[in-house]
């Protein structure tokens, strides 16, 4: 009989895998659109008006080479956890930070 750790392994792996197999149908069938990922709202002298925009486009490069660094340490090494380096955090967390001091910018400061 398995022990209730390895069954909660399981079923954990199973729920999500599930919801990453949802997604991922409902991003193919295109009933979850991408079309407005790297579109941003920013505000000019009219209002507000939606355009490509630089802290999104930064935000996901650098999250996606973070998840591909990350996945490449876990395939090599599956029994352990892998070890993030104290330059990369601070490399996806300056990222996170520019994106939103850039949206609290331009909410607080842009067109008073």
Do not use: C, E
Not at 48 to 72: D, K, W
Not at 85 to 102: E, K, N
């Amino acid at each position: 009989m398995q022990s209730v750790a390895a069954l909660a392994y399981l079923a954990g792996t199973i729920l999500i895998g599930g919801f990453m197999g949802i997604v991922l149908w409902k991003i193919l069938t295109l009933r979850i659109s991408l079309g407005d990922l790297l579109r941003g709202d920013s505000r000019n002298a009219s209002g507000y008006s939606t355009g490509f925009s630089p802290g999104r486009a930064q935000l996901l490069i650098v999250t996606l080479l973070f998840a591909g660094y990350y996945l490449a340490q876990l395939i090599s090494n599956p029994s352990a956890f892998p070890h993030v380096p104290d330059a990369v955090l601070a490399v996806l967390g300056g990222s996170q930070a520019t994106y939103l001091g850039g949206k609290a910018y331009a909410l607080l400061f842009k067109n008073r």
